[in-house]
């Protein structure tokens, strides 16, 4: 296995950052959020837990899920998915701190927020996959399924995410009677984001060659 450069942890760490700040922003639409953040922050509007602590617990769950189905074979290296979730989680909660104060008068508005958010996601990830070291909890645990049972990634990827709104739903209807972080936006996410990540993975290259 190749050392990891400087660049390839600053690469992940700013895109980890930007991806917690799109997170963020795409939550201050109040159209929902994107379908991996539904389930905890659906959670965390009706219970005691922050956004952040939820989300840090989802996905310690799914690093466990990724060492019980690869066991030996899990790469030690992703054990700094624990570190990097910590900071992830920390700083989805400093930012939802920071931005307390926005809420959109208008739908307009929230519609600005939608895309500014999934448009600082996207970047982030983009950022994550270029460090080519490193994966988030959720994806790593989709990768295992998907090697697991000989599907391929993309096609589990959106049953994941799939199954996590339709339980942030149902959360969202036993603790509110009625739909509370899971709405429009969040659909729109899912489609914006992807499509959003392969215009940066096109045009980045072009406008910068050494990216």
């Known amino acids: 296995m190749k050392p990891i ?6 690469l992940f760490g700013v895109g980890t950052l930007f991806n917690a700040l799109g997170i963020s922003i795409l939550t ?9 953040s539904s389930l905890p922050f ?11 602590v939820f989300t840090f617990l989802f ?28 900071a992830f989680s920390l700083f989805l909660d400093l930012l939802r701190y920071l931005f307390r104060s926005i809420k959109p008068d208008n739908y307009l508005l929230s ?4 895309l500014t958010g999934c448009a600082v996601m996207a ?36 049953v994941f995410d799939t199954a996590l709104m339709v339980l942030a739903v149902i959360c969202s209807f036993s603790l509110f009677g009625t739909f509370r972080g899971v709405r429009e936006g969040t659909l729109m996410s899912s489609i914006l984001v992807g499509n959003l990540i392969t215009f940066y993975q096109y045009i980045l290259p072009k406008l910068f060659p050494k990216f």
Do not use: C
């Not at 450069?5 to 600053?10: D, F, I």
């Not at 201050?28 to 991996?36: D, F, Q, V």
């Not at 659906?42 to 952040?52: A, R």
């Open 42 to 52: 659906v959670l965390s509007l009706g219970l005691p837990l922050s956004f952040g």
């Open 123 to 158: 970047f982030g990830i983009v950022l994550s996959i270029r460090a080519e070291f490193l994966m988030t909890p959720a994806d790593a645990f989709v990768r295992a399924l998907s090697g697991l049972h000989g599907y391929s990634f993309g096609r589990v990827k959106v």
């Open 59 to 86: 996905n310690m769950l799914f690093l466990i899920g990724q060492l019980l189905i690869l066991r030996k074979k899990f790469p030690p290296i992703q054990f700094l998915q624990i570190p990097v979730t910590i």
């Open 111 to 114: 519609l600005v927020l939608l």
């Open 28 to 36: 201050k639409a109040y159209l929902g959020t994107s379908p991996i």
């Open 5 to 10: 450069t400087l660049r390839q942890y600053l």
